[in-house]
């Protein structure tokens, strides 16, 4: 089992839509989650960080987190054709400090 | 000021090259990390530092030797690589380790 498991799309949803993105998790004893955007050819870039179950939100970013259920989710609403790019879930899992990337999903916004 | 830096940009090597990678932050953040990524997966974590000492290894070759001389500077000296050592080579600080880490733009390396 993956420490870290996203569907790898691809994602397609029109301009102005919401793009829904999921993770799961395999320890339940991770602490800390992130979601990040990565352009083709360029470094990841930190979109969300969430740490409590609940709702965080940023902008047009609303980062979800049930620690039950082992999952963490990205919302983006009034999606933009700038917000193509490959989306990577990340977990901190506390206990020794480990850090894992999901495989990432592709999301592609169609104007 | 979210910026970490990465030294150079590109570079290639042969085989029986020696060179180094350089990573800098002025955050103030007491974790450091070094990553490989290779197209289309995603980042795959090498080296952590903490507190300017080594953290964790993951188990990478011997042929990779990371260097932390402060708390702001991070290097990986690169010896006898491999062409399957092609990557992009990644750079991240945090505070302290459980938290969100930032990114340099990353080091394409190519070895022939």
């Known amino acids: 089992q993956k420490e870290v498991e996203q569907n790898s799309g691809p994602l397609s949803v029109p301009e102005g839509a919401i793009a829904s993105l999921n993770c799961t998790y395999s320890?339940?004893?991770?602490?800390?989650f992130f979601w990040y955007r990565q352009y083709s050819g360029k470094s990841p870039e930190l979109i969300m960080f969430i740490y409590s179950n609940g709702d965080k939100e940023d902008g047009r970013f609303t980062a979800q987190l049930n620690k039950a259920s082992q999952y963490v989710s990205l919302l983006i609403r009034d999606s933009q054709p700038s917000d193509s790019a490959t989306y990577l879930c990340a977990v901190n899992k506390g206990a020794g400090n480990q850090f894992y990337f999901g495989t990432g999903t592709s999301l592609t916004v169609i104007p | 000021d979210t910026e970490v830096t990465q030294t150079p940009k590109h570079l290639v090597m042969g085989m029986t090259n020696k060179k180094s990678l350089k990573c800098e932050q002025h955050?103030?953040?007491?974790?450091m990390y070094w990553y490989k990524q290779k197209a289309k997966k995603p980042p795959e974590l090498m080296f952590v530092y903490s507190y300017e000492k080594l953290s964790i290894n993951e188990s990478v070759p011997s042929r990779f030797s990371p260097e932390c001389p402060n708390s702001s500077l991070l290097n990986l000296h690169l010896h006898a690589l491999q062409p399957e050592d092609s990557a992009l080579y990644l750079c991240?600080?945090?505070?302290?380790?459980?938290?969100?880490?930032?990114f340099g733009p990353g080091t394409r390396l190519t070895v022939t």
């Open positions: 955050m103030g953040h007491r974790a």
């Open positions: 991240a600080s945090s505070q302290v380790i459980r938290y969100e880490q930032y």
């Open positions: 320890d339940r004893g991770s602490q800390s």
